[in-house]
């Protein structure tokens, strides 16, 4: 199975900031990689898939990039709606994988 | 609109099997491409992917767990069945399933879980 890491496990920032979530694959693929957001108490929400195109109703302050082993997910302007759990996924090749998760926190 | 919803019990003991239930609605199971995963979460921890069942009856299941698990489904009835055997508090964990149309596409849909505890 390809072992997927996210970086950093615990983020915090303010309203306003940017931040970037990175999740490293163990073997390299194209672009079959998703990112969900998750609440507490509530199911993962999916943002974006094939590494950069956003779900549809996802605000565009999201954005993902990347490719190979190393993909990114990017909040350009913290709103407080945003602070959650995010996991990445590849689903280049079966099973899907999940990374650990990364807690965006409000400094 | 597409829904699903996971059923089961709350508690379970240690050595008991567990049987939860996806109803869904707004797709079917049988049309090309449909895949329905069941995913759990550990409080606290990360996503795990449990087993699939696709439109054409295939299903895969996790490694680790793969002699444990079963699913099914009833196409008539929307429904895909998850049985685990031989239950331990370390499957305690909050249990959730969710749809993929295609292999090669994330979970698009989701339930909103099920929490299962795991104690005697």
């Known amino acids: 199975d390809i072992q997927m890491t996210q970086s950093p496990s615990t983020l915090s920032a303010s309203v306003g900031d940017r931040v970037t979530i990175t999740c490293r694959a163990s073997q390299s693929f194209s672009s079959w990689l998703a990112w969900y957001q998750q609440k507490p108490g509530k199911a993962p929400n999916l943002l974006i898939y094939k590494a950069s195109t956003l779900e549809s109703g996802v605000p565009s302050r999201f954005s993902g990039s990347g490719s190979g082993t190393e993909f990114t997910l990017t909040i350009s302007s913290l709103q407080p709606d945003d602070f959650a759990t995010y996991y990445c996924q590849q689903y280049n090749s079966f099973p899907g994988t999940f990374g650990q998760g990364t807690k965006l926190e409000i400094k | 609109q597409v829904t699903l919803r996971e059923s089961g019990p709350a508690l379970v003991k240690p050595t008991q099997t567990l049987t939860l239930t996806c109803t869904f609605s707004?797709?079917?199971?049988?049309?090309?491409?449909?895949?329905v995963s069941w995913i759990r979460q550990p409080p606290g921890k990360a996503l795990e992917w449990l087993a699939l069942?696709?439109?054409?009856?295939?299903?895969y299941y996790s490694t680790s767990l793969k002699t444990r698990l079963t699913i099914s489904k009833d196409t008539s009835k929307n429904q895909v069945v998850l049985t685990m055997t031989n239950m331990d508090p370390v499957d305690t964990a909050t249990y959730y399933c969710a749809r993929m149309v295609g292999y090669s596409s994330p979970f698009d849909y989701w339930g909103q879980g099920t929490l299962v505890t795991v104690s005697s």
């Open positions: 707004g797709f079917s199971l049988s049309t090309s491409g449909m895949c």
């Open positions: 069942i696709d439109w054409d009856d295939d299903e």
